[in-house]
């Protein structure tokens, strides 16, 4: 039977958040993309298939154009496309247009062929010796790969013999790709012109980003190289600018914690303290609070190091403690900015620890952070950082601490752990892990007594305080997760 001939819809209305422009030298290849339309005719057409996204009725193929292009290119590209996609077209730079469409219909091409090779181990050198830009065209693959993973970091791990390439996924490494240590340099090298590094220093670390376009998401790369006595260790990380800002709601938090939570922030002063390790969502929830506010009525600013993610209606700060511009210094000097929410990155000494208790007693709500494990060892922290207890007892509002712990795959839980989509791990997707200490007025005169942190441990927990390990295992009887990963991630529990 044929299938009737209807031209793809020109317009697209009601996704507000798709590309507006698009910068050429950033673009990835696509392949299900490319392969929507034949080189000639992209080439011919002068339009270029970025991506396709996944939308409702119609998946969207976005396509970048001349910003000049009119009706007619449109009419014809909508006749050579399959009428199951929308169009959305894009306007960018048309200068080069006809040599990056060129180039990307290549790089899909040898993209696939090497990645499919370096994950089979087979020798690249074959397919090397025929692709000139073979570093260009790999390490593209590579970022689409973890992209599409939805990895944090791309790890390029020189061995003896090889060059291991790994993906952190849910917090875990999965090994993406092992390739002959032939190919280190060229594609180190490579790595470092596109973050615009010194390519001929390789024995000293080094920093840098760039930005690229992969499935039509504007993709930062931070990299970081680390001289090794194999070879320079790069690291990549993957950041989304466009990701959406995480709701308190999406974070899946039992409504009890939720509660806490927003009563500790929507009270007019206080210090609410969040730890955890790296890597362990801490940021996620306290852009969340802070999404909670309201932002007209109310001055919202932070100091990051650095700034990852823009908010619109807050105001950010990079501190830079190079130039003298450190926590201590930058929030004197924000005070005066007449604000009435800040997140403070971390409290890290004594000074920005005396600053943030000095902020919250002159009336304001101050979100941070230290380094500490759970609730209790944050607060023996800060007794450490500030020795004046009472200032301490009376500023603080609580305690967060949390974790990220894997979820069972929905896909293979019920039966052989491990398949296609969780990458043969057997989870998929993370969850928060939460223990919340309020200080109620009797830990506060307890604090101000000065009692030792094994008190005022036994002290909450007569309070009703629940630790996050008892809100792990009540995941575990929930069937989010299992004891492996608590264990993994909370350690193994102490048995008397
Ligand atoms: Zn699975």
Redesign the pocket.
């Known amino acids: 039977m044929n299938q009737p001939q209807v031209p793809p819809e020109m317009s697209l209305t009601d996704c507000a958040v798709l590309p507006t422009y698009v910068e050429l030298d950033e673009l990835i290849a696509c392949p299900e993309a490319l392969a929507c339309i034949a080189e000639q005719s992209a080439i011919r057409l002068d339009m270029l298939p970025v991506a396709i996204w996944p939308n409702e009725l119609k998946p969207v193929l976005i396509l970048a154009c001349d910003s000049r292009a009119d009706n007619i290119q449109s009419e014809r590209i909508a006749q050579l496309v399959d009428y199951r996609y929308q169009l959305h077209l894009v306007p960018c730079a048309s200068v080069e247009l006809g040599l990056v469409i060129r180039r990307l219909y290549t790089e899909a091409f040898t993209s696939q062929q090497l990645l499919e090779m370096s994950r089979l181990q087979i020798d690249q050198q074959a397919v090397i010796e025929t692709v000139a830009e073979y570093p260009v065209h790999l390490v593209n693959a590579l970022i689409l790969q973890a992209v599409r993973m939805g990895a944090s970091d791309l790890h390029f791990s020189p061995q003896r013999q090889s060059l291991e390439i790994r993906v952190r996924v849910d917090g875990v490494l999965l090994t993406l790709a092992c390739v002959s240590r032939s190919l280190l340099n060229s594609l180190l090298v490579r790595i470092k012109i596109m973050a615009t590094l010194d390519i001929a220093e390789t024995r000293l670390p080094q920093d840098g980003q760039f930005r690229r376009i992969v499935d039509g998401h504007n993709i930062d790369c931070r990299v970081s190289s680390f001289p090794t006595v194999a070879g320079e260790n790069t690291v990549i990380r993957l950041i989304n600018a466009q990701k959406q800002l995480h709701k308190l709601s999406v974070l899946n938090l039992p409504q009890q914690i939720v509660d806490q939570l927003c009563s500790l922030v929507h009270r007019p002063a206080g210090l609410v303290v969040f730890c955890g390790p790296t890597g362990a969502g801490k940021s996620t929830t306290l852009f969340a609070l802070l999404e909670q506010l309201d932002h007209s009525a109310l001055s919202v600013m932070t100091l990051e190091d650095p700034v990852e993610q823009r908010i619109e209606g807050i105001r950010q700060t990079s501190i830079d403690v190079s130039r003298q511009w450190g926590y201590a210094q930058a929030l004197r000097a924000l005070l005066r900015q007449d604000p009435d929410v800040l997140l403070v990155g971390e409290i890290r000494d004594t000074d920005s620890c005396r600053m943030v208790l000095r902020a919250v007693s002159t009336g304001h709500q101050v979100l941070t952070t230290v380094h500490a494990n759970d609730v209790h060892g944050a607060l023996h922290r800060l007794q450490d950082l500030h020795t004046d207890n009472s200032a301490l007892a009376l500023g603080l509002s609580g305690l967060v601490a949390q974790r990220l712990l894997r979820c069972l795959?929905v896909?293979?839980k019920d039966g052989v752990?491990?398949?296609e989509?969780?990458f043969g791990t057997?989870y998929?997707g993370r969850q928060v892990v939460m223990e919340v200490l309020e200080i109620t007025s009797v830990l506060k005169s307890a604090i101000m007594r000065g009692e030792s942190i094994d008190e005022l441990h036994d002290r909450s927990i007569k309070s009703g305080f629940i630790n996050m390990r008892s809100m792990a295992m009540q995941m575990v009887r929930a069937g989010i997760t299992d004891v492996q990963e608590v264990n993994r991630v909370l350690g193994v529990a102490a048995t008397f």
Do not use: A, I, L, V
């Open positions: 795959c896909h293979c752990r491990g398949c989509t969780c057997g998929q």
